[in-house]
């Protein structure tokens, strides 16, 4: 591929451990990296986890921040920084009723194949405005508890499959590592990288991916989909491992 123009990253698990802010070394990575390129971070996480994880460990230097694009939710938010701090773009949020109507099936389906856990680490549901999010053992739930708890993707994948035809007009998709994800229909991390072509007008050949879950199926494989050059990594450190050795081609 070519020199790109635009880099873009998955989160949880790309940049950080799951739910936990990014570490020094990647903030100043990715700093480094707005100095050169356009910078993205999408991911299915709430535009709350993005300012928490991502923003509060970006710093002051207006120059680069302007050349970060945050889209929580897969896209279906987009933050951009004004020059003062990261505002609201857009928000394509869900209905009240679809809402009501994500909730409940998410709910009964999990009660119903015994995946409604009883000791968790915050609420299970979440209602982040333009998406829906099951969050098997919480929204705080420890690392090693997450990946321990659906290690083959299978728990999700029943619930997953219990659900969408309940929620017909809905997409219904595996998330983080105990995550279901709800949105409008079409709504995919491919959205969010659509939009982003569109804002700021670089071509999707001239972007580049980091993500965890590239295999068909993951969460990060619709950017794969579209076109993008896309780079498998496992683990914030082997994102910041190959983030040393882009830095010095662009």
């Known amino acids: 591929m070519t020199t790109p123009r635009l880099v873009a990253f998955d989160l949880d698990d790309t940049l950080a451990a799951s739910k936990s802010p990014i570490e020094p070394r990647i903030a100043a990575l990715l700093l480094?990296?707005?100095?050169r390129v356009e910078v993205a971070i999408i991911s299915g996480?709430?535009?709350e986890q993005f300012r928490t994880q991502v923003?509060?460990?970006?710093?002051?230097?207006?120059?680069?921040?302007?050349?970060?694009?945050?889209l929580p939710t897969?896209?279906?938010?987009?933050?951009?920084?004004d020059g003062s701090g990261f505002s609201l773009v857009y928000a394509r949020d869900l209905s009240p009723a679809q809402k009501d109507e994500a909730l409940a099936a998410l709910e009964e389906e999990a009660q119903?194949?015994?995946?409604?856990?009883s000791e968790t680490w915050g609420p299970i549901l979440e209602d982040r405005g333009s998406q829906i999010t099951f969050s098997a053992l919480g929204q705080k739930a420890p690392h090693d508890a997450k990946k321990a708890w659906d290690p083959?993707?299978?728990?999700?994948a029943a619930l997953r499959d219990a659900v969408a035809p309940r929620v017909p007009d809905l997409e219904v998709r595996s998330g983080g590592s105990t995550s279901?994800?709800?949105?409008?229909?079409?709504?995919d991390k491919a959205y969010g990288m659509?939009?982003?072509?569109?804002?700021?007008?670089?071509?999707f050949a001239e972007m580049l991916f980091y993500g965890d879950r590239l295999d068909e199926g993951g969460n990060d494989y619709p950017v794969k989909t579209l076109g993008v050059p896309c780079v498998a990594v496992d683990g914030w450190q082997d994102t910041a491992d190959k983030l040393d050795a882009l830095l010095p081609t662009l």
């Open 74 to 81: 897969c896209g279906t938010r987009y933050l951009a920084h």
């Open 55 to 70: 923003v509060s460990r970006l710093g002051a230097d207006v120059s680069a921040l302007q050349r970060i694009h945050l």
């Open 194 to 203: 659509t939009e982003l072509a569109e804002r700021t007008g670089i071509p």
């Open 45 to 47: 996480g709430n535009e």
């Open 32 to 35: 480094a990296l707005a100095e």
């Open 180 to 187: 279901i994800d709800i949105t409008r229909a079409g709504i």
């Open 152 to 156: 083959d993707g299978s728990r999700r």
């Open 112 to 117: 119903r194949l015994g995946l409604w856990e």
